[in-house]
């Protein structure tokens, strides 16, 4: 009985022990080397103290190491907490202390990094991966790799138990974790895996940072049908033409990433011009793919089928649209689909009454795949969730409210409408526009800050912000950007910052950012046009 | 100004912001995220520009980019 994420390799051990379960970099591991080798991670982390529920860092980058930590931490009972190795130390120190992170896996190459974020994290006391560190109990990965260790730790685990953590945009100015448990990881896995009919041979993609909740598919649904995650070192994902040779080098045959890492590919890579004849499904999520860009794609990759999946990381992915033909006379966007099975939606108005089909309101889901809640914030959790009385108030079901507006098409179909709160997409990364101006103000010299977004003429944002100084301070764009690189991952500090004398108000003395933004879309389009 | 000295300048301003700089023509540009792919695009934008040259869609991979003095190399057989 597979209820548990690991058993997914542990399955494919058995069954296929020596298909490749992941490649990197024209190298890979069987499932038996990836299940022998995650097994004695659990082993050594078990022996250093970690138990049950706690939260074990991943800070490195992509490496074949990468999926051993991520099935060695969950074997363990533990769960993985992914650290985006590229984030501002302070805004690392700052996850690590908040979900209390004793335990690192991570790589040499991060030992300059690793110093400076145990300066901010005073529980942090193992590092594995590291050959030597003063100050530290250190494990190197030879020494992990040394046993070849055919059975996990026993820990007694329900799939109720924490799997991961995602950390995410917080409205407060602090990002928030986002708790998944085996079950809500293993539903979504165990649905894609199904709906796309990943097979054996499969040898589907890992774009997505391990942060980003798109990584979960690449690893959990291949596991489960016991395909090849082939990952892409973070240096490729850059270039287009990089990235569509290595798509045809190690045939591809199942896709997924942002719209924007499509896009790039589309027009920098020449893919039509490439044998991408392997590839039979592109998969996309984590914003609105435009019409007219995704038109080109369906001509350039005319052997695949597309899919759009939508789903805020609480929820993995809940509803989910294949694309057919598109109109040429419309670039209407795509819906974002029907629900996926074993998922129930509601669409509520304000006062959270259900409405007729085809009237705008909130989207609210209830499954196996929403998440357990946010670490440590019983706050969100009280208002991220809606409990639905039943059966005259003898029970209650919990549907997750995902701020996401949406209305019901007539075939069924969701469309999506925007957000009912401040945040924003940016090339496929989810930015709280408040935590943007909440770093601005921590600027000992902003009075007041405003942050919106602008189009980028790409089909999505570029982020924007204005300011105005104290009184008798001179502020620079420089200086502020500065100032937020380094409390800030790099795709959600502002690409200009205006410093102005005063703000526009609206008629109750709120700064007007409707026409801040206003102004700033003007001159983009006229930097555009120019 | 030769190109290592122009991009060098053109990364630490406007690509790293103030968050490294001491960044040096040999140092890895993309194992620890110093640009990423929006830095990529806005990087052969200045290169076009400023260098008055075309770097052809394929030139523009990994490879070439390592670092400050690899993208030098690459620039110098214009």
Known sequence: ?530 | MNHETILLEYIKQELLRGRKSDLKVEDDLLSNGIIDSLGILQLVAFIEERFHIQVPDEDVVFENFQSVKVLSDYLAKF
């Open chain 1, 1 to 530: 009985m597979l209820f548990l994420l690991p058993q997914a390799i542990d399955h494919a051990a058995r069954n296929c022990p020596e298909r490749e379960a992941v490649r990197f970099a024209g190298q890979g591991l069987s499932y038996v080397e990836l299940t022998q080798r995650a097994n004695g991670l659990a082993h050594i982390l078990r022996e250093h103290g970690a138990r049950r529920g706690d939260r074990v860092g991943i800070f490195m980058n992509k490496s074949l190491d990468t999926a051993v930590a991520l099935y060695g931490i969950m074997k363990a009972g533990c769960a993985y907490v992914p650290l985006d190795p590229f984030a501002p130390v302070a805004r690392i120190a700052y996850v690590m202390r908040d979900c209390g992170i004793r335990h690192l896996v991570t790589t040499d190459l991060k030992l300059e990094q690793t110093n400076l974020l145990a300066e901010d994290t005073g529980e942090l006391h193992y590092l594995i991966g590291v050959t030597e560190q003063e100050g530290f109990t250190c494990l190197s990965w030879e020494t992990v790799y040394a046993a070849k260790i055919d059975a996990a730790p026993e820990v007694a685990l329900t799939e109720q138990d924490l799997a991961y953590i995602l950390y995410t945009s917080g409205s407060t100015g602090t990002p928030k974790g986002i708790m998944h448990t085996h079950r809500s990881g293993l539903s979504f896995a165990l649905w894609a895996a199904e709906t796309y009919g990943l097979v054996p041979h499969d040898r589907v993609s890992n774009h997505a940072p391990l942060h980003f909740d798109l990584s979960t598919f690449d690893f959990f649904a291949t596991a489960v049908a016991g395909a090849t995650t082939v990952i892409i070192p973070e240096a490729i994902t850059k270039f287009p033409a990089s990235l569509a040779k290595l798509m045809q080098d190690e045939q591809i045959s199942v896709w997924y990433s942002v719209p924007f890492a499509l896009i790039q590919l589309l027009e920098r890579a020449s893919l039509e011009k490439g044998d991408l004849s392997a590839l039979r499904w592109v998969l996309f999520a984590g914003e609105v793919f435009p019409t007219k860009h995704l038109r080109h794609l369906l001509a350039a990759l005319p052997q695949a089928r597309f899919s759009n999946l939508y789903g805020p990381t609480e929820t993995n992915v809940c509803t989910y649209y294949h694309v057919t033909a598109l109109p040429e006379d419309s670039d209407e966007p795509i819906p974002i689909g029907k629900p996926c099975a074993n998922l129930e939606a509601l669409i509520v108005d304000a006062e959270d009454n259900v409405v007729a089909p085809g009237t705008p309101g909130e989207l609210l889901m209830r499954g196996g795949v929403v998440m357990l809640g946010y670490w440590g914030r019983p706050d969100l959790n009280e208002r991220g969730f809606f409990r639905r009385k039943m059966f005259g108030g003898h029970y209650e079901h919990l549907f997750y409210r995902t701020g996401d507006l949406v209305e019901q098409m007539p075939d069924g179909n969701l469309k999506y409408l925007g957000r009912k709160d401040r945040q924003i997409k940016t090339r496929g990364y989810r930015v709280e526009l408040d935590e943007v101006e909440v770093a601005l103000l921590s600027h000992e010299g902003v009075e007041e800050a405003a942050v919106f977004p602008v189009p980028d003429g790409q089909g999505s944002n570029l982020i924007e912000a204005a300011v105005t100084a104290k009184e008798g301070i001179t502020l620079t764009e420089e200086l502020l950007i500065n100032h937020v690189a380094v409390r800030l991952p790099s795709y959600a500090v502002p690409a200009k910052v205006r410093v102005l004398a005063t703000f526009p108000r609206t008629s109750t003395g709120k700064i007007n950012r409707r026409e801040l933004q206003a102004q700033a879309i003007a001159e983009a389009e006229a930097r555009l046009s120019g």
